[in-house]
């Protein structure tokens, strides 16, 4: 079997994740992955600032657009990853990880799909432009996003998409860890989650290279 890694989230601008071409992997262990100056992204580290955020009534869903002085882009919660957008506020200025997506819903082309969300100091914000001058050189012009495809225009359309859950995929990984190896029954006996979101979110972790599956037991990737 080939050994597999987990991607590294990239520091990088937001301008640079617009020059690259996004590329949907169909492959079981590989995540989706977008090409710049020949790296392969899957995973950002972005310090921006929030300059807009949405929010459904129900609560199962939020977005924050976010301005790191290159370009904007879009972060998206569902379900319990809502948890990690809530009591961020328009203003503040955010470490975030996540996953890159490609939008088929708004048009917006990319997104990041929170997955780490902290609000942090101003100082640390001049600290990461430093370090991206550094590795990368100033942005060559702002990237200047006219418009975003306005969210409550695409309520119907969110509410079909499939829900990751982050508590969920974090509760079958600690479960995973803790017998070493496990199969689907005792999953589903010990997390008491419905049987669909469990196939769901094994398939996930299956694709973003954090589990495997050797005859019918869930296996961590290390």
Same mark, same amino acid.
């Given at each position: 079997?080939?050994?597999?890694?987990?991607?590294?989230?990239? #520091?990088?601008?937001?301008?640079?994740?617009?020059? /690259?071409?996004?590329?949907?992997?169909?492959?079981?262990? +590989?995540?989706?992955?977008?090409?710049?100056?020949?790296?392969? @992204?899957?995973?950002?580290?972005? &310090?921006?600032?929030?300059?807009?955020?949405? $929010?459904? $009534?129900?609560?199962?869903?939020?977005?924050?657009?976010?301005?790191? /002085?290159?370009?904007?882009?879009?972060?998206?919660?569902?379900?319990?990853?809502?948890?990690? *957008?809530?009591?961020?506020? #328009?203003?503040?200025?955010?470490?975030?990880?996540?996953?890159?997506?490609?939008? !088929?819903?708004?048009?917006? /082309?990319?997104? &990041?799909?929170? $997955?780490?969300? =902290? =609000?942090?100091?101003? !100082?640390?914000?001049?600290?990461?432009?430093?370090? *991206?001058?550094?590795?990368?050189?100033?942005?060559?012009?702002?990237? +200047?996003?006219?418009?975003?495809? +306005?969210?409550?225009?695409?309520?119907?359309?969110?509410?079909?998409?499939? @829900? %990751?859950?982050?508590?969920?995929?974090? !509760?079958? *990984?600690? %479960?995973?860890? #803790?017998?070493?190896?496990?199969?689907?029954? %005792?999953?589903? +006996?010990?997390?008491?989650?419905?049987? %669909?979101?469990?196939?769901? $979110?094994?398939?996930?972790?299956?694709?973003? /290279?954090?589990?495997?599956? &050797?005859?019918?037991?869930?296996? *961590?990737?290390?």
């Amino acid at each position: 079997m080939a050994n597999f890694e987990r991607q590294p989230a990239q #520091k990088t601008w937001i301008s640079n994740l617009y020059s /690259g071409t996004f590329v949907k992997s169909d492959e079981e262990f +590989k995540p989706s992955y977008l090409i710049v100056n020949g790296k392969n @992204i899957s995973r950002v580290n972005l &310090v921006a600032t929030v300059i807009d955020k949405y $929010e459904k $009534e129900d609560g199962n869903y939020v977005s924050l657009i976010i301005d790191d /002085g290159s370009a904007q882009i879009r972060v998206k919660g569902w379900g319990d990853d809502c948890k990690l *957008l809530k009591d961020i506020k #328009k203003g503040d200025i955010i470490l975030l990880i996540g996953k890159i997506r490609e939008d !088929n819903i708004s048009k917006d /082309g990319i997104y &990041v799909g929170a $997955e780490i969300v =902290k =609000k942090i100091n101003p !100082n640390f914000e001049v600290l990461r432009r430093l370090e *991206l001058i550094k590795d990368y050189g100033k942005p060559s012009g702002y990237i +200047k996003k006219q418009f975003f495809a +306005k969210e409550d225009y695409l309520i119907e359309d969110v509410e079909e998409i499939k @829900i %990751s859950s982050s508590s969920l995929r974090n !509760n079958i *990984l600690n %479960s995973i860890e #803790k017998g070493n190896d496990i199969d689907f029954g %005792s999953l589903l +006996k010990d997390l008491n989650c419905p049987e %669909s979101d469990l196939s769901y $979110e094994l398939n996930e972790l299956i694709k973003d /290279g954090e589990i495997f599956e &050797v005859k019918g037991k869930y296996k *961590l990737l290390r």
